[in-house]
């Protein structure tokens, strides 16, 4: 399928698929939206505490990215895993302008060794985070009781119901440790429907610029 590179209206980059009148981020702006949904309403809860992220969609790296910036900052211990069954090219990372749009120019070599380094290997980038990328499908998933929390960034329901069906949300919620969360830019009917079905409490809150709402998903 034909991906462009595009500019979103923060400044930083994305990839765009015509045919499917998709992107990978909010053409909004990428890092805006990221921050937002992951940062502030997911990864924030954890303050002080070591976490297991699940990555659904590693992408363009952007969301682990910020994320490790966070732990940097903040001195967390993150285990972060990040499933994709589509990786993209030596190419396109190149044309990823996040190390610069997200002031990081000492982290360079940190974002690219996120697309260089091995795949389903335990990767150490620094003494507070780990990554271990997976090459598989969402349908693939089967971990029990892992993670603390999960970064639910799918293509969208338009282009690609199946991927937020009880099927899916029923894999994450298995994933979860108790007490863990799932967030994901999305709201629609039919995700918050199939997100309760799984066994998930669900609660709307504000969306990132250019969305109205995102939904958070708890395990008890």
Known sequence: MKR????TSDGSTSIHLPD???????????????????????????????????????????NAFITFLE????????????????PISSQEVLQMNYVNQLNATDFKAVFELFHLCNWEENVTISNHFRLTKRN????EIDDINQFDLIYFDAFGYRVQPEL????????????????GILVTYACRGPIKRAMIEAGFEIEKLDGPPGKREMLRGGKK
């Open 71 to 86: 732990a940097e900052k903040s001195k967390q211990s993150i285990d972060y895993f990040g499933v994709e069954g589509f």
């Open 136 to 139: 598989q499908l969402f349908t």
């Open 164 to 179: 937020w069906s009880v099927e899916i949300f029923t894999k994450m919620y298995t994933a979860l440790k108790s007490g």
């Open 20 to 62: 499917w009148e998709e992107s990978y981020h909010s053409k909004h702006g990428a890092i805006q939206e990221a921050k937002h949904v992951f940062i502030k309403n997911g990864l924030s809860l954890f303050k002080g505490q070591s976490v297991s992220i699940l990555e659904i969609g590693f992408g363009t790296g952007l």
């Open 4 to 7: 462009e590179i595009i500019v």
